[in-house]
């Protein structure tokens, strides 16, 4: 009996693991293409001036 639940609770935990790990990855990606804009943004700015 306790292998049985064992084997179960993994695979949903990876699921979840992989769920998270993906939404991380996609804030960190949204966050450093913002960066990158208010970079560029700046360095427009700079070269107007």
Known sequence: ???EQSKSKPAKSGTTREDRLK???KANMAKRKAQTRARAAATDKNKKA
């Open 1 to 3: 009996m306790g292998s």
């Open 23 to 25: 939404a991380a990855l």
